[in-house]
């Protein structure tokens, strides 16, 4: 593992915990919009995540230990990476309100599928992994110093 790897790992998991707080964060704003771009309510979206290099942890494992053909040329670690968002195709909530402007015959308006409860237990899973990115990024600042110092 090279010197600036594990900087690089912890920012591709800040940027993609940050991406999964602004989706949150869209999720959260949209959570009583009942009429979209499509003319339906709003769906709720997630991101979806994935390792940065498609070989995975077991592979750098194993060209680590040197079971691995080539594994003096060991491949870079990757880190995460967002493969895509995705939106929530359950079905909208009915609730009866025939005052609303955008409810039907019977007087129900079709509601996003956006749970704020749900929204705010990943707003905050998404905060305490940003943070441990920070701190990894921040330990792995303090080693390099270190390393260096003793190197004077």
């Known amino acids: 593992m090279g010197l600036f790897d594990a900087i690089d790992i912890s920012g591709s998991g800040l940027s993609a915990e940050r991406l999964?707080?602004?989706?949150?964060?869209?999720?959260?704003?949209?959570?009583?919009?009942?009429?979209?771009?499509?003319g339906g309510p709003y769906q709720r979206k997630e991101v979806v995540?994935?390792?940065a290099q498609p070989n995975g942890f077991g592979t750098q494992l194993a060209s680590a230990m040197g079971q691995v053909p080539g594994a003096?040329?060991?491949?870079?670690p990757g880190g995460v990476q967002a493969a895509q968002i995705v939106t929530d195709t359950s079905a909208p909530k009915q609730v009866y309100d025939p005052g609303h402007p955008d409810a039907n015959a019977q007087g129900y308006v079709l509601m996003p599928n956006v749970n704020?409860?749900?929204?705010?237990?990943?707003l905050i899973a998404s905060s305490r992994?940003?943070?441990?990115?920070?701190?990894a990024m921040q330990t792995a600042k303090s080693m390099f110093s270190k390393t260096f110092d003793l190197l004077r």
Do not use: F, H, K, W
């Open 49 to 51: 995540l994935q390792t």
């Open 20 to 38: 999964r707080m602004d989706v949150t964060a869209e999720n959260l704003a949209n959570a009583q919009t009942t009429r979209g771009p499509n």
């Open 129 to 135: 992994s940003y943070e441990a990115n920070v701190t």
């Open 72 to 76: 003096g040329a060991a491949q870079a």
């Open 116 to 122: 704020p409860v749900t929204e705010m237990v990943d």
